[in-house]
């Protein structure tokens, strides 16, 4: 009934084009907010801010010029007197407005000052006697128009409108004066003043969060109800087993440690995050909780994003272990048939087993036996539903990601809202610091002789080239010139290269030789982002380092200082390049949580999205950065909600519970 046809002004073609942009009934048209407001506010010279938006209103004082530019694009100039100061307004592809624009006229333009240069680019024009005041939403709503659609909203509010009821509970309403939904679809289409603007916004915000973490402490409390089997681990056989490392664990490393084997000894699923720097530790404190579970009788499997890095895993556990009768098997798309069908023997009749490996861990013929615990480590590069599907492969096996991309807190508790969080922070002590220094592209001389030096103490070097994601063919280019450079410059040496395009068989054979020392050089992409371990290469030349994030960067460095050699990372960046103030931060702190902090608040979140692979996070006016304050208040608001049992029957939270169930629905985790 409250079909698009129904309403006067809708018909057949309208309603496909509105189709396409998910509207597909008037409670759709209604619940389609602005995604933004244009405000022309008229203001004065001395009131007018320069670099952002302004609208003033002056005097037309020349005849219109119009520059064609290029096909579609041109530019109108002009003289108009703002006050008592003449300026040259530009406006493009408003050519046809050349013979409205007669000298003396009063209008009104909107766009950017420049004082220095008298200048003002603008996006809007009116005659003054066409201009009030006033706030217009839009839409971007492809193929309908902002007025157009403004009036189709009006129409489906007077038809519809009154059946629309408010999801969020009155008592939250009450508590943080917010107004209402039917309030808010009164004044939402149409604001008339900046305290309207201010009303909508924080019911929107808060009512996107507090929904968001409805969803995700409902996840987590659910996650949290899920029993596990018993474990019965042997508990001195753990206490000798970190006895028995050659180093004492840090006080972080002690905390996650307790903090994962009391999951683990809990009758309920475990879901934790293990997050920490490259180096940091985390390794060993994954090895002792697979000890714990290995005692208990149950096999665990152990996920990693590339071979290097299971390889890499595999090797380290077997070193780990190897006091210990435990199977460790390695498993990876690349074996041979009569390898992998000896190794999934071994995984279908062995319980007390380690299993190690790339995505292959979850294969369809893998049949494992007994699996109790699952870990994945770099955890945001698979998908959700690779990591289901191997979780599916044991009955409700406990569940530890491990990652290295230190995360803001306030980024965590949002992208990891249904999980237990473990951090480790402190590093182990004797670690040396990693010098960090700046140099300009045109001072590779410099780092030639910075090279040199420690190849001729026969230590090795990592020169990283960026990826260059416009272009894989760019990419693997740059990576060969620099190899051929450095090939020419250090002919004594060898030197070797990796990048995306090199097979898995030989990007193993070089790291192989470059762990082995017969490679000197290892000209890469950031392929050795993760998992390399050499101990002897003390020297990382980052080119083009501006193109890197901070923290990408931090874990870049992470693949040296690994000794007890000092160890150096060089920055190389355009000469011109804006970069250096957001390089040079790198100088001074290896602290990645602090690093992740900046690149959040310089870059925005969105680098950070791609940890989670979903839109969850897309918010239409809240800032999980911003609004992290009322991100905390409404998660406090909805695990009050739900840890409350009466909640669930109570008439006020109804719509609430409907909501929820509908999102459960659809995202189907329920
Ligand atoms: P991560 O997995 O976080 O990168 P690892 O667990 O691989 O870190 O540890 C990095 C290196 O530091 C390893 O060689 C490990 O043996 C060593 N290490 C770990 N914890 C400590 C500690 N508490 N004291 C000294 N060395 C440690
Ligand atoms: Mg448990």
Redesign the pocket.
Same mark, same amino acid.
């Given at each position: 009934m409250s079909d698009l046809l129904s309403i006067k002004g809708i018909g057949p073609k309208l309603k496909t084009k509105l189709n396409r942009n998910d509207i597909y009934d008037c409670f759709d048209i209604i619940n389609r907010f602005p995604s933004r407001y244009e405000v022309y506010r008229l203001t004065t010279l001395k009131d007018a801010p320069e670099g952002s938006r302004v609208t003033l209103e002056g005097k037309v004082a020349s005849s219109a010029i119009v520059n064609y530019i290029r096909k579609n694009f041109n530019r109108l100039s002009f003289d108009l007197m703002i006050e008592d100061r003449n300026f040259k307004v530009a406006i493009f592809n408003r050519d046809y407005l050349r013979n409205v624009l007669t000298v003396g006229e009063d209008i009104v333009v909107t766009g950017n000052i420049d004082r220095i240069k008298n200048t003002f680019t603008a996006t809007t024009l009116k005659l003054k006697k066409n201009f009030k005041n006033e706030i217009e939403p839009i839409y971007n709503i492809d193929g309908v128009g902002d007025a157009q659609f403004q009036k189709l909203v009006q129409l489906s509010l007077k038809e519809y409108g009154h059946l629309i009821k408010d999801e969020l509970p009155i008592s939250l309403i009450k508590k943080y004066r917010l107004i209402t939904y039917s309030e808010l679809l009164n004044i939402v289409h149409s604001p008339v003043s900046s305290k309207d603007l201010i009303k909508i916004e924080r019911r929107i915000k808060y009512e996107e969060l507090f929904k968001f973490q409805m969803k995700m402490q409902y996840l987590k409390l659910k996650n949290k109800s899920k029993k596990s089997l018993i474990k019965k681990y042997d508990i001195n056989l753990v206490k000798e087993f970190i006895k028995s490392l050659?180093?004492?664990?840090?006080s972080d490393?002690k905390k996650a440690t307790n903090e994962i084997i009391k999951d683990i000894k809990s009758p309920y699923v475990m879901n934790r995050l293990l997050e +920490?720097? #490259?180096?940091? +530790?985390? #390794?060993?404190?994954s090895a002792i909780s697979i000890l714990t579970v290995l005692s208990a009788g149950f096999q665990v499997a152990m996920m990693a994003p590339t071979e290097i890095l299971a390889k890499q895993h595999y090797e380290?556990f077997k070193e780990y272990f190897k006091n210990y009768d435990y199977k460790i098997v390695y498993l990876s798309g690349k074996l041979t048939n009569k390898e992998r069908f000896d190794r999934l023997e071994i995984i279908a009749n062995n319980p007390q087993t380690l299993i190690i490996g790339t995505h292959a861990l979850f294969s369809n013929d893998v049949r494992y036996n007994n699996l109790g615990y699952v870990i994945t480590d770099e955890q945001h590069r698979f998908g959700v539903n690779q990591r289901k599907k191997l979780k599916e492969k044991g009955f409700n096996p406990d569940v530890l990601y491990?990652t290295?991309t230190p995360i803001p807190r306030t980024l965590a508790i949002s992208l990891f809202g249904d999980m237990d969080i473990s951090i480790?922070k402190e590093r182990?002590?004797?670690r040396i610091k990693v010098d960090t220094k700046l140099f300009k592209s045109s001072e590779m001389d410099l780092i030639y002789l910075l090279i040199d030096e420690q190849l001729k103490n026969n230590h090795q070097v990592y020169v990283v080239t960026p990826l260059i994601l416009e272009s894989e063919t760019l990419d693997l280019s740059n990576a060969q010139k620099v190899y051929r450079e450095l090939s020419d410059k250090f002919s004594d040496y060898y030197v070797g290269m990796l990048h995306s395009k090199i097979s898995q068989e030989d990007k193993e054979h070089v790291m192989d030789l470059f762990k082995k020392n017969e490679i000197n050089i290892l000209v890469s992409t950031t392929v050795i982002e993760v998992g390399v371990?050499v101990a002897n290469a003390t020297l990382m030349v980052v080119l083009n380092s501006d193109r890197f994030g901070l923290s990408q960067l931090h874990q870049l460095r992470?693949r040296i200082g690994?000794s007890n050699i000092k160890s150096y990372c060089l920055l190389v960046y355009n000469d011109s390049s804006e970069s250096k103030g957001r390089l040079e931060i790198l100088e001074k702190t290896d602290d990645g949580f602090k690093l992740s902090e900046e690149d959040l608040k310089i870059r925005g979140p969105g680098d950070f999205f791609g940890l989670r692979q979903s839109g969850e996070l897309r918010f239409s006016k809240a800032s999980i950065v911003e609004d992290a304050h009322i991100l905390e208040i409404a998660r406090d608001d909805a695990l009050e909600i739900l840890s409350n049992k009466d909640s669930y029957r109570n008439n006020e939270y109804r719509l609430l519970f409907n909501y929820l169930k509908g999102v459960l629905r659809k995202a189907n985790l329920d």
């Open positions: 050659p180093f004492v664990l840090t490393q +920490g720097d #490259t180096g940091s +530790g985390k #390794t060993v404190v380290t491990m290295a480790i182990p002590k004797n371990d992470g690994r």
